[in-house]
C-alpha cells in the first residue's frame, strides 16, 4: 500500500511559477514510475508529465513541454513539479500518482494523491 500526498499548490499571477511536491509513504514507491495529472473544473483528468524509476526517462504532455519539470528523489520518496511561465489555462486540481507501468493514461495508475490546486489569475 502506497500513500501520497501533494502539497504545493496555491493561487499564482500569469507568468508565475510554483514548485508542487508528493510525498509518498509505504511500500512501493521503488522501482515504480510517477506521474502528475490535473483536472479543471468540468473536465476529465489530463495527464501532464511522468517519470520513470530511477528518474532517468520523463515525458510531458505537449501543453506544458518546456515550462513544467518533473523530478524525484528518491532517498526522500518525493516527487516534484516545477512549473514555470504558469498560463490561466493550467488552473487545475493536480495529483500525483503511482504506476507499475510506463505509460500516460490514467487508468493505469494504481495509487493517487488527494490533490492540490492550482489557480493562475490573468
Known amino acids: 500500500q502506497v500513500q501520497l500526498v501533494e502539497s504545493g499548490g496555491g493561487l499564482v499571477q500569469a507568468g508565475g511559477s510554483l514548485r508542487l511536491s508528493c510525498a509518498a509513504s509505504?511500500?512501493?514507491?521503488?522501482?515504480?514510475?510517477m506521474g502528475w495529472f490535473r483536472q479543471a473544473p468540468g473536465k476529465e483528468r489530463n495527464f501532464v508529465a511522468r517519470?520513470?524509476?530511477?528518474?532517468?526517462?520523463?515525458n510531458y504532455a505537449d501543453s506544458v513541454k518546456g515550462r513544467f519539470t518533473i523530478s524525484r528523489d528518491n532517498t526522500e520518496n518525493m516527487v516534484y513539479l516545477q512549473m514555470n511561465s504558469l498560463k490561466p489555462e493550467d488552473t487545475a486540481v493536480y495529483y500525483c500518482?503511482?504506476?507499475?507501468?510506463?505509460?500516460?493514461?490514467?487508468?493505469?495508475?494504481?495509487?493517487w494523491g488527494q490533490g492540490t490546486q492550482v489557480t493562475v489569475s490573468s
Open positions: 509505504g511500500r512501493g514507491f521503488s522501482n515504480s514510475n
Open positions: 517519470i520513470s524509476w530511477p528518474g532517468d526517462l520523463t
Open positions: 500518482a503511482l504506476t507499475r507501468t510506463w505509460t500516460a493514461l490514467a487508468t493505469a495508475y494504481d495509487y
